[in-house]
């Protein structure tokens, strides 16, 4: 079977980081938000070599065949057949012809597009990072091939969140208050200032070496309670969640966004990837380890 | 029912809605691509503007919280129209400052953008929330991001953004400035890249000297050969009067003849009650510790209570103190965080205010603002004054709109002063959201009539987050003209728009949004153009 090489576009759009699970965790709904896939064992890597990785910054995934090139404008556009990736409000392409700026692909190609948008108007037109040739039998692979770069992708930002973290501890919250903030302090905080609650949670377990202290005790933990676009995904914490938390001592929190609140002793957690199912406990600990 | 309100009501029932006055023609156009159908967010806040060398070309913004994924991490969106609003597309174009790509933040929020008043340029301002647990910031970033020389041919028939500077430097920010919320443009009426941005801004602020309301202000952010330069744009303070907390909004105005005015809330007491504000800048004063002050809190006594709690809060008379008091100790809901059912799922964090001034008569100046009833927690009242004289005395007009928010003010050429607003309206005891567009052609002097380019469920869909339709939408005039945009809900099945109406996102029969395959697609809320000509 014939393979083109990989394709890599790097400047603008080779981007750093942990790109990849942000971009992956911020196109789900947000009922859907948390990041994290289950802990289920991680489906096995395709024996087809779909790339060495992801491109850093592909919102699109998807499987489709050229049905017309431009070579002025290195426009090819593109009949999408299968959608692994695409945001939420882009939803599946399957059907559609999307426009994509790219090398030049010959007519009739099936493959593997891995993209970023430029434009939306009556189509999409979208910068190709790469692709990949592919026959028809090897497409039952590929959603392994992304599921599988989705799981290492959150594994990376637990390790990396976990890192910077002064506790890492799983247990149950036991109840949850307001915080009370005087009206002086109040007219300090402005509108996308984080609303904090406070958690009481009773740590049953360490999943790091140097938390062992605080096993049994109960940890006053700060969250965010906004209604703000900018709290959207904040960690929620609701009585009676049993949790993996990752936490920072609330000093850590900048002046201007704890006005009027004593901070004194208390943790907070912000990130709702730092707020993971207790099912979570065994992945992360191996993890932070 | 006080008589306050009965008064309230009884205006409002004089409001006229249906057929356009006069011979102008409105169009409003959804402005969500055929291409994103399948979206269901909230759209919210929106703001536009119209190129006014070429006003074929028309640039827009809006809350696009997930539509952001689909840009990469460099670039934020905006919509542009290069045939004056008929069809938009969603272009990845606003950039992401270099020291921001690898945090976890929010995706740009609270834009505003503005063409400078020559057309050369174009100015995008907008904030990210750093959402990094690492860092201990969890502050905002507030970006001012400028495009030299868009061609507005070069858009069609291929949008992309190699295309949209095509021969010009794509945009790179002139301005980063930490913690600074909401950027609210504005630019020129005459040909000059002079900008002004209202801000609510940490960096100037220290409970002493200065509580936050700020104007970022430049004659031309490219002085010398084209060359972006961040230092020939400062902040200044415009908010000097003690006050219970920071500045929560500041909204500007640049006049012809190169004063700069600003209008903005004082919160006072609980921080339920405000002083609507108006602060200017006399050319060619822009000295830290001179700017902004040549308007004086003089002139005659307040009206009001002469109670002792009035006094305490300087209700009872004039404190000569820079920033003339329009309407001092007005009412104001205390911001909710929770509680927006009672508003149309509005929140209220008094942003609810607007300054325009005259195209061809630079001392003439219109404000609005928001202020609430006694006795009612949820809702907010527009009022407006006029001044005659480059700010030095105001004039409250003898109407108001109650039940209402959102208000943007421009004036024409001709001297029209047009009002965009939203007006929470109930029928058979349901909650609804009417988008009135009302022209004054007697400055304010008499009530303008509202044209009603929407009616829409005010509590459907439900709030995923705030803001829900915007703590503000825009208006600018151009010649005797009017653009302006505002956000509401795209249930057509639930809905009435102004009949000359234009949609590219994909309905079924039933009038409910269906996605590419013809699937439906929950209702959400959307950006809607509207093009008032004369």
Redesign the interface.
């Known amino acids: 079977m014939e393979r083109a090489p990989l394709r890599m576009v790097t400047g603008v759009f080779a981007l750093v980081g942990a790109a990849t699970l942000l971009s992956c965790a911020r196109s789900l709904p947000p009922a859907a938000a948390t990041p994290i896939p289950a802990s289920a064992t991680p489906p096995i890597p395709p024996p087809i070599p779909l790339g060495p990785s992801i491109p850093d910054g592909s919102t699109m995934i998807f499987l489709g065949v050229v049905v017309s090139r431009d070579a002025a404008t290195r426009i090819t556009s593109v009949r999408a057949t299968q959608t692994y990736r695409t945001p939420e409000p882009i939803g599946p392409l399957d059907g559609t012809i999307v426009r994509v700026v790219s090398d030049s692909l010959p007519l009739n190609t099936t493959a593997l597009f891995y993209a970023a948008g430029i434009a939306a108007g009556s189509q999409l037109v979208i910068q190709e990072l790469s692709s990949v040739r592919l026959g028809p039998d090897e497409t039952p692979t590929i959603a392994a091939f992304v599921a599988q770069a989705d799981f290492q992708a959150a594994n990376a930002s637990v390790a990396r969140s976990a890192k910077n973290a002064d506790a890492v501890v799983a247990g149950v919250v036991v109840s949850t208050r307001a915080i009370a903030i005087s009206d002086s302090a109040r007219g300090r905080l402005g509108e996308h200032s984080p609303l904090w609650r406070e958690a009481s949670f009773r740590v049953t377990s360490a999943l790091r070496d140097d938390n062992r202290a605080i096993v049994g005790q109960m940890l006053n933990v700060m969250y965010d309670a906004g209604s703000d676009e900018g709290d959207r995904e904040s960690a929620r914490l609701e009585p009676q969640n049993s949790l993996v938390l990752l936490l920072r001592w609330s000093k850590r929190i900048a002046p201007n966004s704890r006005h009027g609140v004593d901070v004194t002793g208390r943790y907070f957690v912000f990130d709702a990837a730092d707020a993971l199912p207790a099912k979570d406990s065994t992945r992360v600990a191996r993890l932070v380890q | 029912m006080s008589r306050r309100r009965l008064f309230l009501a009884l205006l409002c029932m004089t409001v006229t809605v249906g057929p356009p006055a006069g011979a102008q023609r409105i169009r409003v156009v959804n402005m969500i ?10 759209n919210s806040e929106p703001s536009v503007t119209v190129n006014p060398v070429d006003p074929s070309f028309v640039v827009g913004t809006a ?12 670039h934020s ?1 905006a919509f542009v129209s290069s045939d004056s609003g008929e ?6 174009v606003l950039p992401t400052p270099s020291t921001l ?2 945090q ?1 933040r ?2 740009a ?1 609270d834009m505003t953008v503005r063409f400078s008043g020559d057309g050369t340029a174009l100015y995008a301002g907008f ?1 990210m ?1 750093d ?1 990094s ?2 860092t ?5 970033d507030a970006h001012i991001v400028g495009y030299l020389a868009p061609v507005p041919n070069s858009l069609a028939p ?4 190699a295309t949209l500077g095509a021969g010009v430097p794509i945009a790179s920010p002139l301005l980063l400035r930490r ?1 600074v ?2 950027p609210f443009l504005a630019t020129a009426p005459n040909p000059s890249r002079a900008i002004a941005i209202g801000a ?1 801004d ?1 960096y100037m602020l220290n ?1 002493s000297t200065c509580y936050s309301g700020s104007v970022y202000y430049s004659l031309d952010v490219w002085p010398v050969n084209g060359v972006a330069g961040a230092g020939q744009i400062n902040p200044y303070c415009v908010a000097f009067r003690p ?4 500045t ?1 909004a500041v909204r500007t105005a640049i006049a012809s003849d190169g004063y700069v005015y600003a209008v903005f809330y004082r ?1 006072i007491g ?2 339920n009650i405000v002083d609507v504000v108006v602060a200017r800048n006399d050319p060619p004063i822009l000295t830290l510790g001179l700017a902004f002050q040549g308007l004086k809190d003089r002139g005659s006594l307040l009206l009001g209570s002469k109670s002792d709690s009035s006094k305490k809060l300087g209700c009872v008379q004039r404190d000569s103190l820079p920033g003339f008091r329009v309407k001092p100790c007005a009412l104001y809901p205390t ?1 909710t ?2 509680n ?1 059912s009672n508003f149309g799922n509005e ?1 209220r ?1 008094r ?1 609810e205010l607007s300054i325009a001034v005259s195209p061809t008569n630079p001392a003439q100046l219109y404000i609005a603002w928001a202020d609430s009833v006694p006795g009612s927690v949820a809702h907010l009242t527009l009022h407006f004054a006029r001044s005659p004289d480059h700010g030095a005395s105001w004039t409250i007009v003898p109407f108001a709109v109650d039940s209402a928010t959102n208000p943007a003010l421009a004036v024409a050429a001709d001297g029209a002063v047009g009002i965009l607003y939203q007006h929470l309206a109930s029928l058979n005891g349901e909650a609804r959201w009417e988008v009135c567009f009302a022209l004054s052609t007697d400055g304010l002097a008499s009530r303008p009539a509202c044209t009603k380019l929407a009616d829409t469920p005010a509590l459907t869909p439900a ?5 829900y339709l915007g ?1 503000y939408l825009t208006l600018e005039s151009r010649g005797r003209n009017f653009f302006g945009i505002f956000s509401a809900s795209n249930d057509l099945s639930h809905s009435t728009f102004w009949p000359d109406f234009g949609v ?1 996102r994909l309905y079924g029969a039933d009038k409910v949004p269906v ?3 013809g699937k439906p ?1 929950p209702i959400s809320i959307d950006p809607y153009f509207v093009r008032v000509i004369r």
């Open positions: 691509p055929r291409s994103l159908s399948h979206e269901h967010e909230e809350y696009t919280i997930y539509t952001n994924n689909y840009c990469d991490k460099a969106p069809t938009w597309s969603l272009l990845c790509l690898t976890k929010s995706p929020l904030m929330v959402q647990n690492d201990t910031l969890l502050g905002t291929v949008f992309s953004r913690s919320d909401q609510d940490d409970f006050s219970a907390g920071r929560p919160p609980n921080g911001p965080s929770s927006f929140r964090i942003s709030v995923e987050a705030q803001p703590d590219q996605d590419l395959q697609v």
